[in-house]
């Protein structure tokens, strides 16, 4: 009998801030006991749900099951910083533009937020949530200044437009002095994360898929032509299993010492009173990614996503064991703090409410795991650091898949390299640290 049980189930650090500024949910919806799905997804956020969505859209009659082990976007997909990139956007590049042309990619990941578009108008998710303003990349130093117009002529070079900002241009976005430049991009989505899964789950729920919550599975095993899936709550018989839980496929014995267990830090701040406002200056709504991608990430949201709140990410950790230690925490909010009142001098004393962790996972190649593992079993793993995007997109070829569907997002996937393997333990973990210690360091003012 084939049968996979998890070393560890989801941990989470922090509260999820993105859920925490919205009203509150509903009583979670947890599996009620032993059920029955011709699919069973594992996971909850992006990739499980646009899983189950293309299932559905596939075939309107299966009987679709979603797992999640904790509630609906309390975890990774509620602890990102809600950027849904189309562009190139390696990030262990020097200015993001990977390698080679990149027009394949761009359209899949278009397609992704064309289908995250479609979910939004079928399920009637605020459009806040969804919202199509594009992004800056900052600019800090004349070093960083070089690498966005590195980034801006390989965009020009695919014909990929955008848009140079000065300093000026810069602080009437920002409301800071901070930068020195920028290079805006329109295509990218900005997501009230945790308000876009809420409501996506809450659609599916609608359309009468089962979307279980805090219902972590512990293992699943070959049941005749089909799979037992266990939690604690109960089991789900499916015909077919999707891993929609990144770089928890891991948990499950598959890609072991070939993924990179990343974990990203950010901070926000408490809603913003009027008189700060009115001192802070700046647009309501922006997106700041910096020109070095190990750099700071920069957010500011109004009262539709959850209040008048700046977002700050910044710090990493390799953590192969998948679990970031307090110490880590509070050393990350003393980080994000200065990195605050680097850009806001004069507003160095707002209070950062909420910090938290939030787990991606990476290869060395830089490739996803959307494929199928054994017969009936299928990967939607891997987000290489575009959690929204790639993640939506991996959800949606392994529903293809699934469905015995050849698409261009198949044929991507399966035509992609399988993940290299990392170097033995200790020396990964040492040297990767080691190495995002160096590159924060580099980044410096960005």
Same mark, same amino acid.
């Given at each position: 009998?084939?049968?996979? $049980?998890?070393?560890?189930?989801?941990?989470?650090?922090?509260?999820?801030?993105?859920?925490?500024?919205?009203?509150?949910?509903?009583?979670p919806?947890?599996?009620?006991?032993?059920?029955?799905? %011709?699919?069973?997804i594992?996971?909850?956020? #992006? +990739?499980?749900?646009?899983a189950?969505?293309?299932?559905?859209?596939?075939d309107?009659?299966?009987?679709?099951?979603?797992?999640?082990?904790?509630?609906?976007?309390?975890?990774?997909?509620?602890?990102?910083?809600?950027?849904?990139? /189309?562009?190139?956007?390696?990030l262990?590049? %020097? %200015?993001? +533009?990977?390698?080679?042309?990149?027009?394949?990619?761009?359209?899949?990941?278009?397609?992704?937020?064309?289908?995250?578009?479609?979910?939004v108008?079928?399920?009637?998710?605020?459009?806040?949530?969804?919202?199509?303003?594009?992004?800056?990349?900052?600019? +800090?130093?004349?070093?960083? !200044?070089a690498?966005n117009?590195s980034?801006a002529?390989h965009? *020009?070079?695919?014909?990929?437009?955008?848009?140079?900002?000065?300093?000026q241009?810069?602080?009437?976005?920002?409301?800071?002095?901070?930068?020195?430049?920028?290079?805006? *991009?329109?295509?990218t989505v900005?997501l009230?994360?945790?308000? =876009?899964?809420?409501?996506?789950?809450?659609?599916?729920?609608?359309?009468?898929?089962?979307?279980?919550?805090?219902?972590?599975?512990?293992?699943?095993?070959?049941?005749?032509?089909g799979?037992?899936?266990?939690t604690?709550?109960?089991?789900?018989?499916?015909?077919?299993?999707?891993l929609?839980?990144n770089?928890?496929?891991?948990?499950?014995? #598959?890609?072991? %010492?070939?993924?990179?267990?990343?974990?990203?830090?950010?901070s926000? $701040?408490?809603d913003?009173?009027?008189?700060?406002?009115?001192?802070?200056?700046?647009q309501? &709504?922006?997106?700041?990614t910096?020109?070095?991608?190990?750099? $700071?990430?920069?957010?500011?949201?109004? *009262?539709?996503?959850?209040?008048n709140?700046i977002?700050?990410?910044?710090?990493a950790?390799?953590?192969?064991g998948?679990?970031p230690? /307090?110490? @880590?925490?509070?050393? @990350?909010? @003393?980080?994000?703090?200065?990195?605050?009142?680097?850009?806001y001098?004069?507003?160095? !004393?707002?209070?950062?409410?909420?910090?938290? +962790?939030?787990h991606?996972?990476?290869?060395?190649?830089?490739?996803?795991i959307?494929?199928e593992?054994e017969?009936?079993?299928y990967?939607? *793993?891997v987000?290489?650091g575009?959690?929204?995007?790639?993640?939506?997109?991996?959800?949606?070829?392994?529903?293809?898949?699934?469905?015995?569907q050849?698409?261009?997002?198949? &044929?991507? =996937?399966?035509?992609?390299?399988q993940?290299?393997?990392?170097?033995?333990?200790?020396?990964?973990?040492?040297?990767?640290?080691?190495?995002?210690?160096?590159?924060e360091? &580099?980044?410096?003012?960005?």
């Open positions: 009998m084939t049968a996979f $049980t998890a070393r560890r189930t989801p941990v989470h650090k922090g509260p999820a801030a993105w859920s925490a500024i919205l009203p509150g949910q509903p009583a919806v947890s599996l009620p006991g032993n059920q029955t799905a %011709d699919v069973a594992i996971g909850g956020g #992006f +990739a499980g749900l646009s189950a969505r293309r299932l559905r859209q596939l309107p009659t299966l009987k679709v099951a979603v797992l999640e082990a904790s509630r609906l976007a309390e975890g990774a997909s509620g602890r990102n910083s809600g950027f849904m990139i /189309d562009l190139p956007h390696e262990t590049s %020097d %200015d993001y +533009a990977g390698h080679g042309d990149d027009r394949g990619m761009i359209a899949l990941n278009r397609q992704a937020i064309a289908f995250a578009k479609g979910a108008q079928d399920y009637g998710i605020a459009p806040a949530y969804f919202d199509p303003i594009g992004k800056v990349n900052g600019a +800090a130093s004349a070093t960083a !200044d690498l117009r980034y002529d965009l *020009t070079s695919l014909g990929e437009p955008n848009e140079r900002l000065d300093a241009g810069m602080a009437d976005l920002t409301g800071s002095r901070h930068y020195v430049s920028g290079l805006y *991009t329109p295509g900005m009230q994360p945790a308000g =876009f899964i809420r409501g996506f789950g809450e659609g599916l729920r609608a359309v009468g898929t089962g979307v279980w919550e805090n219902s972590p599975v512990t293992a699943f095993s070959r049941s005749g032509s799979w037992a899936v266990t604690a709550k109960g089991t789900v018989s499916a015909g077919k299993v999707i929609a839980n770089g928890h496929l891991e948990s499950f014995g #598959f890609a072991r %010492d070939r993924l990179m267990h990343v974990f990203l830090y950010a926000m $701040t408490v913003l009173p009027p008189e700060t406002l009115k001192q802070l200056g700046g309501p &709504r922006w997106g700041v910096p020109s070095d991608p190990m750099g $700071t990430t920069m957010r500011r949201i109004d *009262t539709a996503l959850g209040g709140r977002i700050t990410r910044t710090c950790s390799f953590l192969p998948m679990e230690s /307090d110490a @880590t925490l509070r050393r @990350t909010a @003393t980080v994000h703090r200065q990195k605050f009142a680097d850009r001098p004069a507003l160095r !004393d707002v209070k950062q409410e909420y910090t938290w +962790a939030g991606l996972c990476l290869t060395r190649n830089a490739v996803s959307a494929r593992l017969p009936g079993l990967a939607a *793993t987000c290489n575009l959690g929204t995007a790639r993640s939506t997109l991996t959800g949606i070829a392994a529903a293809e898949l699934a469905m015995g050849e698409t261009d997002a198949t &044929r991507h =996937f399966a035509a992609e390299a993940p290299s393997k990392l170097p033995p333990k200790p020396f990964s973990t040492l040297g990767a640290n080691i190495f995002l210690r160096f590159k360091w &580099r980044a410096g003012a960005e």
